[in-house]
C-alpha cells in the first residue's frame, strides 16, 4: 500500500498511474490543500478536472484531517466510505519538561508584566497577518488594552515588509515584536509565555494549534477558511472575520484569568485526549490494514 501526501505534483500523478496499473492500493491525503485559493485558483480547477478527481476516485481511502475536510471531499465527489478522519498528532513527551516562565520575555527584553499575543509561522499574506495586526491596533488604540503586546513569530515569507509598514501606518510598530525565525527552543518559550495564541487564517490542521494546547495555551482564529470543530468554546474562541470581532475574542482572553485557566486546562485535555501521536498512529495502521 502507498501513502499520498499531495495530489497536486507531478510524483502524485506518476504514483496514481503505476498504483493502478498494478493493482497497488493506496492513501490519500491532501492536509488542507483541497480549497482553491490564492492567484492559482484557474490553473487548479483545470487541474482538478484533468487529473485531481481521478486521484481521489480511486484513492482506496482518504484522510481527512477534520470533519471540515471532510465536508470538502464529499462536495468533491468522494463517497462517504472512503473517507477516514484522522487529524494531525504531536509526541507529548517533548512537552514533559517546559521551560520556566518568563525565559521567551528575558531574552527579547519584554517587561515582565506584559501579556503577549502570539502569532508563530510563516509571514505570508494568506496566514492573515495584515488582518491579525489592525485587530491589534483596535485593541491598542480604541479599547485601551495598553498591556497587551503582540509577538509574530516566524520567517518571512514574502509579507514581512508590507506587514510592518502596515503596523507602522496604524501606529503600533513600537508595540510589535518580530522575532524573525526561532529555534524550536525558543518556539516552546514564546508558546509558554504567550497569554493567547493567535492564527487569524488557515488551511488544514495546523500542527502549531496543538503545539499551543500542549502547554496550555488558549487559541484565537476565525471562521475565513478552514476550520477545527474542537476550538470554539472549548481550546479558545472561533470569532467572525472582522477585527472587531477578532479584537474582543483577543481582548476575553487576556483579561479574563478564570475564562484563561478555563480554557487552558481544556487545552491540555483535548490534547492528551485526541491528538497524542501514538492515537494517530492506530488510526493509520487500520487504514493500512483496511487497504490491502
Keep these: 500500500i502507498v501513502h499520498v501526501h499531495s495530489w497536486q505534483q507531478f510524483p502524485d500523478l506518476m504514483v496514481h498511474y503505476y498504483s493502478t496499473k498494478y493493482d497497488v492500493p493506496y492513501v490519500l491525503q491532501v492536509h488542507g490543500s483541497l480549497s482553491r485559493i490564492g492567484s492559482k485558483r484557474t490553473l487548479k480547477w ?8 481521478r486521484l481521489l476516485r480511486d484513492a482506496s481511502k482518504v484522510v ?13 465527489g468522494v463517497p462517504e466510505e472512503k473517507i477516514a478522519i484522522i487529524p494531525n498528532g504531536i509526541d507529548l513527551l ?8 518568563g525565559a521567551f520575555k528575558r531574552k527579547f527584553g519584554i517587561p515582565e508584566e506584559k501579556k503577549i499575543i502570539l502569532y508563530l509561522g510563516r509571514i505570508h499574506k494568506t496566514k492573515g497577518i495584515d488582518f491579525l495586526i489592525k485587530a491589534y491596533a483596535h485593541l491598542i488604540n480604541d479599547m485601551y488594552c495598553k ?10 515569507d514574502g509579507y514581512l515588509d508590507e506587514a510592518k509598514a502596515l503596523a507602522n501606518v496604524l501606529g503600533v510598530h513600537n508595540s510589535i515584536v518580530f522575532t524573525g525565525f526561532i529555534s524550536s527552543k525558543d518556539k516552546l518559550k514564546a508558546l509558554v509565555d504567550a497569554d493567547v495564541f493567535v492564527t487569524p487564517s488557515f488551511y488544514g490542521f495546523p500542527i502549531t494549534f496543538l503545539e499551543a494546547c500542549a502547554v496550555g495555551t488558549p487559541i484565537v482564529t476565525t471562521s475565513f477558511g478552514d476550520t477545527l ?7 479558545g474562541f472561533v470569532t467572525q472575520p472582522t477585527q472587531q470581532d477578532l479584537a474582543d475574542a483577543i481582548h476575553k482572553n487576556i483579561s479574563d484569568d478564570e475564562l484563561r485557566r478555563k480554557f487552558s486546562r481544556n487545552c491540555i485535555e483535548v490534547v492528551r485526549s485526541n491528538f497524542s501521536i501514538e492515537k494517530v498512529v492506530e488510526k493509520l495502521i487500520k487504514i493500512y490494514e483496511g487497504g490491502r
Design 147 to 156: 498591556d497587551a503586546l503582540l509577538v509574530i513569530a516566524g520567517p518571512d
Design 46 to 53: 483545470f487541474y482538478d478536472v484533468l487529473f485531481g478527481f
Design 229 to 235: 470543530e474542537w476550538i470554539g468554546d472549548n481550546a
Design 94 to 101: 517533548e512537552y514533559a519538561n517546559l521551560p520556566p516562565k
Design 64 to 76: 481527512a484531517l477534520s470533519h471540515f475536510e471532510a465536508g470538502q471531499y464529499r462536495r468533491m
